[in-house]
C-alpha cells in the first residue's frame, strides 16, 4: 500500500470547493488516490475525503499542510491533514468480558489494523492474560461501586501518559464521567451491544430476549455525556430465533461486537469518519 | 405439495406429551412430515407443530379433530388442527401507500400465497386501482381526524361480513381502537417500518435519518393496544449511509417492509406461530 | 430533488485531472453535489463520477458539453454527460414469470424509478395482462424452439423504433444472440437467479438445491456473448435449509430477484456504473 | 444447561416412527427438552433430531441405548446417541495463517465452544506460538511440494494418538489423500475461503477479485476426496465494492472464515448436523 496524506475537511457549501483543494494539490504534483465528496442539503454543509500519493508530492507534510491554511481559511473549513505512515495511539479499556480486546488485539498482531497499542487498561486484573499474550503492557484500575473518580482519574492519567490518539472501551462496563466524555470527544470509541437506539443501557441482550426480537445487534459509537447516544460509525444485526437463550444470544451477539467494533476502529483510524452533529459521515 | 393436516399446541412441560401425540398420530396411521418441539424453560411450556399427511390418515378431520380430545384434556393443551386444503380469507387495509397491499396481491395472484383475499379496505379511495387489477372487492371507509368511532365500526363489519380469519394492516395509517385490537386478538398483523423497539410511532424513517442509524428495517407483529408492542413475528434489516436522503431509506425500507410482511403473513398463513405472551414461537 | 448534470470519466491515471474538472465546473459556476474518485492501480485508470446542480451552472447543457471536450481531449478521457431531468427510455423483456417484470413496473408507477417505460416485449402472450395494467405498449413476439432469428430480428427492431436507451431482460429465457450482444452492450441488463459466476445457465434454483448450499442469490449483469458471463452490477442472497423445497427456494429467490435487477437498474439509470473491463466500477 | 442425551437418526419415511421414538423415551420417563423430524420426500428418508433431559431418565446412557436397539432395527436407522455431558476431541490443523486457528481456540477458551482440544498440528512452525498462548500441545509437520505422504502419515498417527472426534481443518492448505478423507469421512471439517460451488480450489479470493463478484464468503464443509466439493454445513457472505483491493477483500472473507467455521463446528459439536448423500440436514 502507498503512502498517502489524508486530507478530511467540512465547510459551509459553496460552490468551488473541489476545484480550489484539487488544485491546490496538482499544483504541489500530488496525485489523487482516491476522494469522495458529499454535500448535506439540510444544513448547506460540505464533506470531503481525498487521499494523496504522498510519493508524488514535491513538498513534505509539513510544508503541504501550512500551505493549505489559506484555502482552509478561504472556505472555512474544519480539516485535518495525516500521514498514512505515521501509526495512532490506540488505547484500550476492557472490564471482564475480553472478546471484544483480544479481538482487536489479534487483528493488529497479524497487522490488519494498523496502529500501535502502548497498553491495555483493565478493572479486572485478570485480563492481564489477555494483554500479556501480544506483549502489550497491562494496568489494573480498580473500580468500586460508590466512587468511581479517583480510578477515573487514573485512567485519564495513563491515557495521557500514554499520548493516546484513540480510546476504544472494547466492552469496558464503567460510563464514562461527562468530564472524560468532552476532553476526549471525537477520539473515544466504544462498542455497545445492541442495535441502538433499542436497548440502551445495561444488559440489552436479556432486554432483547424478554422483548423477543428477531434480531439483535451491535453498535460502534463516539462516546458522549449522553449514555448510548454518541454519532454512530456501524451497526450490524444477526438473526435470532425463539429456541437461543441469553445466553446463545450473548454469544451470537459477540460475533457482531467483534466485527462491528473492529470495522469501525478502521474506519476511524483510516480517517474515513467525519462527525457532523450527533451523526457520522463514513466515506 | 401433499395435502396435509396442521396441529400446533402448548401445554405446561411434562414428560410424554410427544409420545403421547405421536401415538395418536400412529394409531390413526397417519404419516408425520414434519415436526418441532420447543420447551421453553423459564415458563415450563412446551410448544409443537406437526404437520401430518392428511391422504395417510383412516379417519377424516372432524373425526380426527374429536379424538384428539382426550389428548388435548390430559396434557390441558392449547391447541389448534387446520387443513391445508383450507384457504384462510385474508382481509387487506392499506391507506395511501400501496406498496405492500400491492406485494401481498401479487404474490397472491401467482400463487405464492395459498389464502383467498375477499376485500380490500382502505380510507383512500384511489387505493381502489390497485384492488381493481387482481379483482379483488374494495371498499372504501372514510376517516376523519376527529372521531373514528363509526369507521372503525364500519371495517369491523366488513372483516365480520367477509368472515376473515386474518385482518392485515398492509401500511394501514390508523390507530386500531383498543375493542379491535382485543376482538381479533392473534388475527390482526401489522407491517411497523422501523427495526422496534426502536423508532416506536410515526414517521420511524425520519427519525432513523435523525438519529444517523446506520441499518433500518421493518417489523411483522400481532396488534395489540399498545401501539407497536404486539408480539413480533419478523424482522429484517437494510444497510443505509450517509448519502441516503429520507426519501432514499423510505425506498430502501420498502423493500425490507415488503418482504417482512410477506414472511410474516407466510408464516402465519402456515401456522408456524404460536403466540406466548408477549413473544412468538415461530416453527 | 434538484436537477443535476452527471458527468461520469475513466481515463489513465495521472495528476490534475480532478482539479482540471473541478476548476471547469467551478468555472462555469457549478455547485458539485457529491462526487467520488477511485483509481485502480493494476491498470493505472482513474474514475470519476460527478453530481452537478445545473441550476447553478451560467451555461446549457450542450454548451457545458461542447466546452468540456478540451479536457476530455487533454486526458484521453471516455466520458458521459447527461441531464438528470431527461428520462431514459426503458424496455422491458420477459418470458412466463412476471415477478422481475411487475416488481420494475410498480416501482416505475409509483416514480421510484426515474425512466419511461415505452414497451413490454414477450414471448407468453399472457404478460400482456401485466403490462396492461400500467398501460404500457405490448408486444408478443413468438419464438420458436429450432430457430430464432426471426423472432430476435423483430426484438431489435422493436429496441430500435422505440428508441430504448436502456434494455432490460426480467427473466427472459432466451438467450441472446452475439450480434445483439454486441449491438446493446452496456445497455442491456440482466437478472440471473443464482450467485455468479455459481450455476451458470438453465435451473440454478435446482442446481442450489441438489448442491445443498446454505444460501441462494441473484446477480445483476451487463449481457455479453458469454452466457451470464457479463461485468456484475449487483448481487445478493438469501438463507435456505434443508427443509426448503426447490419450489421454496424458487419463491426465496424471486425476493433476490426483485431486488437485485430493482437496484441495479438504479444504480445504471443514475449513471452510478462504468464499465472497466470485465467488472464495474458502482459509485 | 442441562445435562441432555442427543438423539439422531434417519431412516426410511414411514408411519409411527416419531410415535415408536418419543414412547420409548417416555417410557424412560425421559422429558423431551427439543427436537426437530424431517422427511425428505425425493429419497423418502426421514430425519430426526432429539434432546432429553438426561437427569429425567430412569436409567443411564448405555441401558438407554441398549435398550433402543430393538426400535433402531424395527425401522432400519442409522442412528446416534450421545451425551452432551462428553466433551469431543477436537483437533486443530493449520498453516501460516491463524486467524481461524486462533478463533477456535479463544472460543474454547472462553466456554463458548464445549469441547477438548487435546492438540495442534501445522506445517508451519511458527503456529506454535497461538497454541503456547492456549497451553494447547503443538506438533510441527513439515510439508515437502514433492512427496507428503510421511507427512500425512504422521498427521493421521498424531489425529489416532490424541483419539480425536473431529478434525478441524483451520485453513489447512494441504489437500488431504482420498485414504484419509475416507478414514475420517464425517468428521473432517474444512473452511473455504469462497462461497461454494464458485471458486474451487486456490486462490479464491483473488478469483472473486478478478471476477469483479459483489459478495465474497465462506463455505465449512465436510472433506471428502473430491476437494471442496464435501457436504456443505454452512456459508456466508460479506458485501465487497470497486474499491477493495485483493488485501481488503482477504481482510474481509477473514471475517467470514472465522464466524463461519465457528457456527459450523457448533453445529457438529451439538449434534445438529445429519449427512444425507452430498447434503446436509442441520437442525
Not at 500521514?83 to 472478546?99: E, G, M, N, P
Not at 442495535?195 to 426480537?213: D, M, S
Request: glycine share 4%.
Amino acid at each position: 500500500m502507498k503512502n498517502r496524506f489524508i486530507l478530511t475537511l467540512s465547510c459551509p457549501d459553496r460552490s468551488g470547493i473541489v476545484a480550489a483543494v484539487t488544485q491546490f494539490i496538482a499544483q504541489h504534483q500530488g496525485n489523487i488516490l482516491s476522494a469522495s465528496q458529499h454535500g448535506e442539503p439540510t444544513t448547506k454543509t460540505f464533506f470531503m475525503r481525498t487521499e494523496i500519493d504522498s510519493d508524488s508530492l514535491k513538498t513534505g507534510f509539513d510544508q503541504f499542510k501550512n500551505n493549505f491554511e489559506t484555502i482552509a481559511d478561504t472556505f472555512d473549513m474544519n480539516w485535518h491533514l495525516e500521514d498514512s505512515a505515521i501509526k495512532k495511539r490506540v488505547v484500550l479499556l476492557a472490564s471482564k468480558q475480553t472478546h471484544c480486546l483480544a479481538d482487536i488485539l489479534y487483528r493488529w498482531h497479524i497487522d490488519e489494523l494498523f496502529c500501535d497499542i502502548p497498553c491495555v487498561i483493565s478493572n479486572h486484573s485478570d485480563v492481564e492474560n489477555v494483554a500479556d499474550w501480544y506483549h502489550v503492557p497491562f494496568h489494573y484500575v480498580p473500580f468500586e461501586d460508590n466512587d468511581n473518580t479517583k480510578s477515573f482519574e487514573q485512567v485519564s492519567s495513563l491515557i495521557d501518559e500514554y499520548n493516546a490518539d484513540i480510546i476504544v472501551l472494547a466492552r469496558f462496563m464503567r460510563i464514562m464521567p461527562s468530564d472524560l466524555c468532552e476532553k476526549y470527544f471525537g477520539k473515544m470509541i466504544n462498542i455497545h451491544h445492541s442495535f441502538l437506539p433499542a436497548f440502551i443501557g445495561a444488559n440489552p441482550y436479556q432486554k432483547a430476549f424478554n422483548k423477543g426480537v428477531k434480531l439483535v445487534g451491535a453498535t460502534c459509537h463516539y462516546v458522549t455525556e449522553d449514555l448510548d447516544e454518541g454519532p454512530i460509525i456501524e451497526q450490524d444485526v444477526v438473526r435470532i430465533h425463539h429456541g437461543h437463550t441469553p445466553e446463545d444470544i450473548r454469544r451470537l451477539g459477540r460475533n457482531m461486537e467483534r466485527m462491528v467494533l473492529a470495522s469501525g476502529l478502521r474506519h476511524h483510524l483510516e480517517s474515513r469518519v467525519i462527525i457532523h452533529a450527533n451523526k457520522t459521515i463514513v466515506f
